[in-house]
């Protein structure tokens, strides 16, 4: 069950982008860190995504004590965003390009978005001197998202909260939890709302929910783990600790600038997780070998990935118990 593996502390999950649509990296993605350990695997809410996933697990041979989940957003939330380029106002510097660790911008006579690789992390817009790109909300109705991916048997919805409209956060949690009797996963950070204020609020959200049925994803600095230091996943570590000490009947998973240094720093803080996310620094170590065509047929590309891959969760893992 996928909750135990939260109360025995050996949840590893690899965090494939919420708005990832690219699913040649999702299967591969899912083929290696599977077969490196990472038992739990955070998607975007498309059918063939779980389906990419799925062949991913399959290729790996390790099916069994493996999980899905898939993410939903808020209006406004960053995970449920892309990025747009106005053409009129591109110079084509490509800084834009330099900078995003997704490889989701072509250039030509001007720089293109590739929806599909986007995640929506905004690194692109800080890079452009142009003000010329802006974020596009793609959050979408729950009600016609969910169903088609509960009939495809997922483990877990999760729900980023990062956002003010209280409104429309406890109108789609009704929803969900209306259609999906599950595990559900609230993910949250600080940079809309104060410490006092987000405790309340994911309070409120539990209300409903059986004890430690529901995890509380807490978010450094969402998609922001290019870095494997300790200044990285402070903010992780520190708003896990905010969670900890309000003692929700909830367990804690930490993400956002998540990276090897996580589980060590939260132990040397004395601070009390049962699971850890990683991102965009999973990725980032094996992005040299998924970006090949060849990776799933080329054994040594793989073994090398792996050996990445498996270094960092068993380290994670290791210093979670």
């Keep these: 069950m996928l909750l135990d593996l939260f109360k025995e502390k050996r949840c590893f999950k690899l ?61 406004g939330d960053p995970h449920a965003s892309k990025a747009e380029i106005n053409p009129e106002l591109c110079i084509n510097c490509c800084n834009c390009k330099a900078t995003c660790k997704q490889n989701a911008i072509n250039s030509e006579e001007v720089c293109e978005v ?47 909260i990062i956002g003010d409209n209280e409104e429309e956060i406890f109108t789609k949690w009704n929803d969900i939890n209306n259609l999906f009797k599950g595990t559900l996963c609230i993910s949250i950070d600080r940079s809309k709302q104060g410490d006092e204020d987000l405790v309340k609020r994911v309070k409120k959200l539990l209300e409903c ?57 939260a132990k040397m803080c004395e601070v009390d997780i049962q699971a850890l996310a990683i991102g965009s620094f999973a990725r980032k170590i094996v992005r040299e070998y998924i970006d090949r065509d060849d990776f799933l047929e080329n054994e040594e590309i793989f073994n090398l990935a792996l050996e990445k891959a498996k270094a960092l969760v068993d380290v994670s893992l290791r210093n979670l118990k």
């Design 209 to 265: 929910r059986k004890p430690y049925t529901t995890i509380i994803q807490a978010d450094g600095i969402a998609m922001s783990g290019g870095e494997d230091n300790y200044r990285k996943t402070l903010q992780a570590v520190a708003i896990a600790e905010m969670f900890e000490s309000a003692k929700l009947p909830a367990y804690i998973m930490v993400s956002g600038g998540t990276n090897s240094k996580t589980t060590e720093l």
């Design 15 to 75: 965090v494939c982008g919420a708005g990832n649509e690219d699913e040649k990296e999702i299967e591969k993605l899912v083929a290696l860190y599977s077969k490196a350990g990472c038992n739990f695997f955070d998607l975007c809410a498309k059918p063939e995504i779980v389906e990419a996933a799925k062949r991913g697990l399959k290729y790996a041979g390790i099916e069994k004590d493996r999980y899905i989940c898939v993410s939903i957003g808020i209006s």
């Design 114 to 160: 590739n929806r599909k690789r986007c995640i929506g992390c905004g690194q692109c817009i800080k890079a452009c001197p142009q003000n010329a790109i802006s974020r596009i909300d793609c959050a979408k109705d729950i009600n016609e998202i969910l169903p088609p991916l509960l009939d495809m048997g997922i483990d877990c919805v999760e729900f980023h």
